[in-house]
């Protein structure tokens, strides 16, 4: 359950929406946040707060990449499968993050951190191979970067808890 303050927030925000229905992302992203990922209970609150059906809020949560309707890592690693990323290389992005990781596409790593997730064309085009890790864009990522870009990951992690 969310706390008071938060859902005040998420109030205000649908308030400020032309339609509520327009601050649906918005919530659906702010309850993630708050439970890891967007949990049965989390649709639920979604959808009283929008003033939409649970089925509706699902029709959303599905419709949008970055909204996880399971658990995930503290991390989810988004990479780039679309055709410019492709043609420069984005396979061996996956297939170096499968071997440092442990997991095959789709999975978690086992204490928790990451969870990798191929995805549709994140607006980087011209400095693919792409990938997203969290809130952070990295370009132009080659296999060599990656165990250093997954340490740097792991450090900022650290420094939040
Ligand atoms: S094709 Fe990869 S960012 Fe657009």
Not at 14 to 24: L, N, Y
Not at 70 to 80: E, F, L, M, N
Not at 108 to 114: P, R
């Amino acid at each position: 359950m969310i706390h008071e303050g938060l859902k005040k927030e998420l109030q205000g925000r649908i308030a400020a929406a032309i339609i509520p229905r327009e601050a649906a992302v918005d919530v659906m992203k702010e309850l993630q946040r708050h439970y890891g990922w967007l949990t049965d209970e989390a649709v639920g609150e979604a959808a009283e707060l929008l003033g939409l059906s649970t089925l509706q809020v699902e029709e959303l949560a599905t419709f949008y990449e970055m909204i996880y309707r399971r658990p995930v890592g503290k991390r989810v690693i988004h990479v780039c499968d679309s055709i410019s990323c492709w043609s420069v290389g984005g396979e061996t992005i996956m297939t170096q993050l499968q071997k440092s990781l442990g997991v095959e596409t789709g999975g978690t790593t086992s204490d928790g951190i990451f969870t990798l997730i191929p995805c549709a064309c994140l607006g980087n085009c011209g400095e693919g191979p792409t990938m997203m890790i969290g809130d952070t864009l990295y370009g132009r990522v080659t296999p060599e970067r990656i165990d250093k870009i997954l340490a740097q990951e792991r450090a900022a992690l650290d420094c939040l808890t």
